[in-house]
């Protein structure tokens, strides 16, 4: 049986991975902070029919002690198949408030924090001869956008690590992937004020993250169209791109 570590489970996107992941069958050592909200992940998955398929494995990822003894801890209890490093955050911030220790808390957790459990399962794939690594970022990463200036920049980061890593670690047999979500309903979109387009239920999230982890391919992103747009926008001169984001944000605050 396949085994994955899975980070951010404790709500969200991650809680519904979890569950996604439990219905194929895999083992799966799930984390985060909030270790009540854990258990009761595992109670749910217990009740669905899957006794002791999910192992709660509290951590904090900024704690870099915590996320090795954590990734020991797993490898002791045999293979680990899948790394999917979601945890992560998101604060809406207008360039006029600006600050630095804003865009370090983030980067800290959306950066570093992902970075600790990078470090700690390379150290593992490495030693048991592969496997795969999927960091979830966001389709937000594609272009800089107005109000996410440090959460743009923590995921365009995670996309340029992964895309750097990949070719290096293929010849050691270990995948990395990336997932690159447009707007999906969870406690972090929840306070959102403005008009999510095309906003995607979390299940939903997951059932199509989950398909596309055996698919061939370095990204896993959606929804299609959405994403498409994402892409148009990415590929834009900056001219165009500036004069049409100008105007958006002019016709949302109008
Ligand atoms: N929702 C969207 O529209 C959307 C779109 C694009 C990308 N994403 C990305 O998808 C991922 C999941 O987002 P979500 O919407 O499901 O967010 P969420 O509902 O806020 O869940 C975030 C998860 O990360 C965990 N977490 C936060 N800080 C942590 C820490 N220091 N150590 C360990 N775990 C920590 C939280 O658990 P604890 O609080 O218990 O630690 C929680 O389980 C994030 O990386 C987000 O940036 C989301």
Redesign the pocket.
Known sequence: MESVWL?????????ALAIELAKEKRHIYA????EL?LQELKQEIESLGYPGLLIPKP????KADDVHRVCEDIQHEGRLDKIIL?????HPAPATEFNCQALRELFE??VF?TAHCLEACLKTLRLQGGGQIVL?????AYRGLPDSAA?GAS?SALIHLAESLYTELHAHNIEIKIV??????????DKNEFT?PQ?VT?EWAAKTIVKGLDKSGFEIRFPWVFSQFMSLLRALPYGLYFRLIRRFVVSSNA
């Open positions: 980070t951010g489970a404790s709500q969200g996107i991650g809680r984390s985060a902070r909030n909200a951590l904090d990822i900024c979601n945890a992560g955050t998101y957790l959306n924090g979830v970022a966001s389709l937000a959460y995921k690159n979500p447009g707007f999906v309903e969870t406690p972090l979109t999510m906003r979390a």
